[in-house]
């Protein structure tokens, strides 16, 4: 099992920065990647970014691209969310989730490629 919490959510104003963390425990030696994903009221749940924990290649979805950056601290099994020039549209609860075992695909945005997932952590932008 891996537990994952995330922390670092907030209320901030549009064009603000904020950073989430998600702290992985457990069996994460064999995690290999992580993601964030969100979901904004009376909406599905949509992919935001993810990383590989070896190499660290990443991958975003459009509407954040140019603004967020994922990354990883190994050290810590630490996965970061940072967000720039957040917008009202950005306001969601984001999801950490972690993938244990191989994954031969390159496609990271779906939800059901993820084994663990967090509780979630609240965004809102005011505009």
């Known amino acids: 099992q891996v537990q994952l919490v995330e922390s670092g959510g907030g209320l901030v104003q549009a064009g603000d920065s904020l950073r989430l963390s998600c702290a992985a425990s457990g069996r994460t030696f064999s995690t290999y990647a992580m993601g964030w994903f969100r979901q904004a009221p009376g909406k599905e749940r949509e992919f935001v970014a993810a990383?590989?924990?070896?190499?660290?290649?990443?991958y975003y979805a459009d509407s954040v691209k140019g603004r967020f950056t994922i990354s990883r601290d190994n050290a810590k099994t630490t996965v970061y969310l940072q967000m720039n020039s957040l917008k009202p549209e950005d306001t969601a609860v984001y999801y950490c989730a972690s993938r244990s075992g191989y994954y031969s695909g390159r496609d990271y945005s779906a939800d059901e490629l993820y084994n663990y997932w967090g509780q979630g952590t609240q965004v809102t932008v005011s505009s």
């Open positions: 990383i590989r924990w070896g190499g660290g290649r990443t």
